[in-house]
């Protein structure tokens, strides 16, 4: 088995009506039972907006605190699952679910060192 | 005796088979290719004395396997790689000497394609690594073919490479339901292997060649391993049918000669032949798909022994089926300009004018075309110096500047009666 990260990109902005933020929570509960079911869920998890973001940096023992994500875009992941996958087409099988269910773009990313 | 250049002609045409079976035996591109490289080693060092084997491909399999396994146990390092070269150990008595290890190499071959032509690679590193692992170009004439600089073209392949290994894409064909959007995108990596040999007029003829021949072969494999898929069939009765005139649609110096100009006696019978037998075979199916249809147009234009006895009712029919299935500006042209043959150059010109195609050449082109066939000789040279304006191609603009100047010197409606077809190739 291999794991691979699902991010959910999000766009910045005000979040949906609620009629359509239920249904995408409803779908999304569905999803995560399905995933547990398969043996494929690792972790999930949603994030608050990306203007509630902080950077740190450290140069030459230095700390700069920044207030904002790390890079200007107009979307910026707003979740993710960690998922175990025997292959990518798999892990994108689960993909297209999480995109249906969020009607966001999920981009798959394979974990480095993990392999079962 | 033998020669080196011999052995590296036979590794190249063996280089697809045996890189796909060494994957499935490996589990890794890399592995297998270093495999292959080595048992090419060993060939330029043993062939020359003791002659070549009597199965070239059985022995470069067999051969790159057990270099395979003594990378292995020269690098094994952790308790993994030890494993897996005891595994790979356990057969290597089993059959010294060939014939097991290629049975089912055609499968393995598709499984290869299916991988390289993954949606999670881009289209153009899909069109490199098939041309690599399967085709067994190097890197430096893949990188000519598709005029980008060598360096850029390794680091296509070795980041596709990277990317089937890190996120486990997998090595099989995809079945049921995956299967139809999986083979489009196969098909479509064939066809632009084609059309990018078949295309460009000019420059590197070799390599030119070469990647048309692969076209062919990999369609003519895919469509062996996949009788029950009729776009399959149609995309190799296409290709052929359009290699067929590959003899006729340039002069000598390289110059472009159109469909209606082409001296047909030219044309390859045999590739003819055996095109229109894949086209009925795929009527009789009556799954019509894209290039099943274009593949049909072609045998229409492939029957007519003049360019007077083309069957342009059956054409303007096969091309409106073409239009309902892809309706892209495209297909609209080339049916365009089949009307205009069938229902006359105004016709025609009304379907034309309608297409928001303003950037491409051969809208231009067969505007001007219709319009001098109408006798409006001024603003056909205009929509020729259009068209012009619009393309890179040396012999397209030579040709454009041919059709000015014959419309410039000659009086209204003397002009070639030759028809501008944007599929005249």
């Known amino acids: 088995m291999s794991r691979y990260l699902l991010s959910i990109y999000q766009p910045d902005g005000p979040a949906p009506e609620p009629e359509v933020l239920n249904k995408i929570m409803a779908d999304l509960d569905v999803l995560n039972q399905e995933m547990r079911d398969a043996g494929a869920w690792v972790f999930t998890g949603g994030l608050h907006p990306a203007s509630t973001s902080t950077v740190v940096r450290v140069n030459d023992c230095e700390v700069l605190t920044t207030d904002g994500p790390f890079t200007e875009a107009k979307e910026h992941v707003g979740g993710l699952w960690v998922i175990e996958a025997p292959d990518l087409d798999v892990a994108l099988g689960w993909g297209r679910k999480a995109a249906q269910a969020t009607t966001l773009p999920i981009e798959v990313r394979p974990f480095a060192g993990y392999r079962e | ?425």
């Open chain 2, 1 to 425: 005796m033998l020669h080196i250049s011999e052995i590296g002609q036979i590794f190249r045409e063996e280089y697809g088979r045996s890189v796909a079976v060494l994957v499935r035996v490996l589990g890794s591109i890399d592995a297998a290719e270093d495999a292959v490289q080595d048992a090419f080693t060993e060939a330029v060092a043993r062939w020359p004395d003791a002659g070549k084997p009597p199965s070239p491909a059985g022995w470069i399999i067999t051969t790159a396997r057990n270099r395979a396994i003594d990378r292995l146990r020269r690098e094994a390092s952790g308790r993994e790689k030890l494993a897996q070269a005891a595994l790979l150990h356990g057969d290597e008595h089993g059959d010294e000497t060939e014939g097991i290890e290629v049975d089912g190499v055609e499968d393995d071959q598709l499984r290869l394609i299916f991988t390289c032509c993954h949606p999670a690679i881009n289209r153009a590193a899909q069109v490199a690594l098939t041309l690599k692992l399967l085709g067994g170009l190097g890197t430096a004439e893949i990188a000519h073919a598709f005029l980008v600089p060598e360096p850029t073209m390794a680091q296509r392949l070795v980041r596709a490479k990277g990317k089937i290994r890190d996120a486990h894409i997998p090595y099989r064909v995809p079945s049921g339901a995956e299967l139809p959007e999986r083979l489009k995108s196969v098909l479509a990596v064939v066809y632009l292997v084609f059309n990018e040999g078949y295309a460009a007029s000019s420059g590197a003829g070799l390599v030119r060649e070469d990647l048309c021949r692969e076209a062919l072969r990999l369609g003519r494999l895919i469509m062996e391993l996949m009788p029950d898929e009729p776009e399959a069939k149609g995309l190799l009765a296409l290709m052929l049918l359009l290699n067929a005139r590959s003899a006729a649609r340039t002069t000598s110096d390289g110059g472009l000669v159109l469909l209606a100009d082409q001296d047909r006696s030219l044309w390859y019978r045999d590739q003819i032949a055996e095109g229109q037998s894949l086209v009925r075979q795929c009527l009789k199916r009556n799954q019509p798909g894209p290039y099943q249809l274009q593949a049909a147009i072609n045998a229409v234009h492939s029957d007519a022994a003049q360019p007077v006895d083309t069957d342009w009712h059956q054409i303007l029919a096969l091309y409106g089926q073409l239009l309902a299935m892809e309706p892209t500006p495209v297909v609209a042209l080339n049916r365009a300009v089949a009307l205009a043959e069938v229902e006359g150059p105004a016709a025609g010109l009304a379907a034309v004018d309608v297409l928001e195609l303003g950037h491409y050449y051969l809208f231009h082109a067969v505007r001007a075309d219709l319009l001098r066939r109408l006798g409006r000789n001024t603003e056909a040279v205009a929509a020729y110096r259009a068209a012009q304006e619009r393309t890179d191609n040396d012999a397209e603009r030579d040709f454009l500047e041919g059709r000015v100047r014959a419309l410039t010197t000659t009086g209204p409606g003397l002009a070639a009666p030759t028809s501008d077809d944007p599929h005249g190739r």
